[in-house]
């Protein structure tokens, strides 16, 4: 089935370690997202990419990093510098790289700092 | 930035009801969207309306837009317990290099 695969769903984390969260999509779209939310609130946009090799930071991009060195693939990495990481992170992607269009979204990773 | 902002943040209505949850945003927009999510899941597109449409349905889903008011509302008739989900509002500017923005959500929640 296409879709889209986070792993892992539960992360504990010490304090000082760096993180990475894996996002994987068979869908073939061309767009990919990292959204963080946290209880209470909606999504805030962390970085995207609209194409292979190229990314954009969003709104809360400190502390975080990405690479996309293939279509299918989208990894965020949590910096022991994300002052507060604790928090529920949603991967999408969309077909279309102008504008957003639909989102299609993961089951999430739930990230716990010890 | 959040440029969508929903009302109420809670519903809670009884099974057979209709919820009414409504959406505001501050800049131009090329479409707005309405997502649902399970608790602790993953969100789910439900319908996006275009900036030059007024009303949509889908189901039990009836989407209205007010361009000249930058609000939204999303109808859910005849509720069901299964409805019971977080609400988001979503809005695209349509430009390249953009991303859709979030609002906070409305919780819904339907007793049977």
């Known amino acids: 089935d296409g879709g889209i695969t986070q792993s892992p769903k539960y992360l504990f984390r010490k304090e000082g370690q760096n993180v990475t969260l894996s996002c994987e999509q068979n869908?073939?779209?061309?767009?990919m997202y990292w959204y963080r939310q946290d209880p209470g609130q909606g999504l805030r946009l962390i970085y995207y990419?609209?194409?292979?090799?190229?990314?954009q930071k969003g709104d809360i991009a400190e502390g975080y990093s990405v690479s996309r060195e293939k279509k299918e693939s989208f990894p965020l990495t949590v910096t022991s510098a994300q002052k507060n990481p604790t928090a529920f992170y949603l991967c999408?992607?969309?077909?279309?790289?102008?504008?957003?269009?639909?989102?299609?979204f993961g089951e999430g990773s739930r990230l716990t700092v010890l | 930035s959040q440029q969508g902002e929903e009302d109420p943040q809670a519903l809670s209505i009884q099974e057979g009801e209709n919820a009414t949850m409504n959406c505001s945003y501050k800049?131009?927009?090329?479409?707005l969207q309405w997502y649902r999510q399970n608790s602790g899941r993953g969100l789910v597109h439900l319908i996006l309306i275009r900036s030059n449409e007024r009303e949509k349905h889908s189901g039990r889903l009836r989407v209205t837009l007010d361009t000249s008011k930058k609000s939204s509302s999303l109808l859910i008739t005849a509720s069901r317990a299964a409805d019971t989900a977080s609400y988001f509002c979503?809005?695209?500017?349509?430009?390249?290099?953009?991303?859709?923005?979030f609002g906070k959500g409305t919780t819904l929640s339907v007793s049977s």
């Open positions: 800049t131009s927009i090329n479409n």
């Open positions: 999408a992607s969309s077909i279309r790289s102008t504008g957003a269009g639909e989102l299609f």
């Open positions: 979503a809005t695209d500017a349509g430009q390249a290099g953009t991303a859709l923005i």
């Open positions: 990419s609209q194409i292979v090799n190229d990314f």
């Open positions: 869908l073939n779209h061309d767009a």
